[in-house]
């Protein structure tokens, strides 16, 4: 068989996408919370899976966890935060409010509140976030992103052709709201 006549393999870039609250992810992330868990997982995922990098929508608030840790293993990875912070992504044609609060009931104290997320504003800052990472070059990753994110973007690297098998959503609800002990 003539080299022209040989199948081409083309390799699937892998991925496993890890959403979970902004406030673990480090230190410069608003209202951070300290989650030795968290921190165990990721190099747990890094390691299990024999990652070559992490991507993770940070937004500038560096250094991260999942980055200390790509960059302090033994054989360190490659790392990107896909995420352009907020006072920089309308440099790329991105809106730094993705969403407001929306009062429920403001004689409750606390105020019930909840969230709205503009749908087209988040998708568009995943297709930024799926450009850089089709720029990379890496076999299996982990892409760490927002809860919300979770789902929507698996979808999406999906339907760009990336193995993605499953996704994790990490959400310590005990460490998150304050509420030790109670379910």
Known sequence: MSELEKPVTIQT?????????H????????????????????KQLILVHKLDFVFEEAAGLAPTDAELLAKALPEP????????????RDQHDLSGETGDN????????????????????????EEFWLK???????TFALMVCG???????????????FDVENCINYMPHDKLCGHAGQT
């Open 13 to 21: 870039r892998k991925l496993v996408v890890l959403g979970t609250s």
């Open 23 to 42: 406030q673990l992810q480090g230190k410069k992330f608003p209202r951070s919370i300290d989650d030795q868990c968290y921190r165990d997982m990721v």
């Open 77 to 88: 990875i490659g790392y990107m935060d896909v995420d352009p912070p907020r006072d920089e």
């Open 102 to 125: 929306y009062v429920v009931d403001l004689w409750q104290l606390p105020p019930c509140v909840a969230r709205t997320e503009y749908v087209d504003k988040h998708a568009a800052r």
């Open 132 to 138: 850089r990472i089709r720029g990379q070059a890496f």
């Open 147 to 161: 809860h919300a994110h979770c789902l929507s973007f698996s979808f999406r690297l999906r339907g760009a052709g």
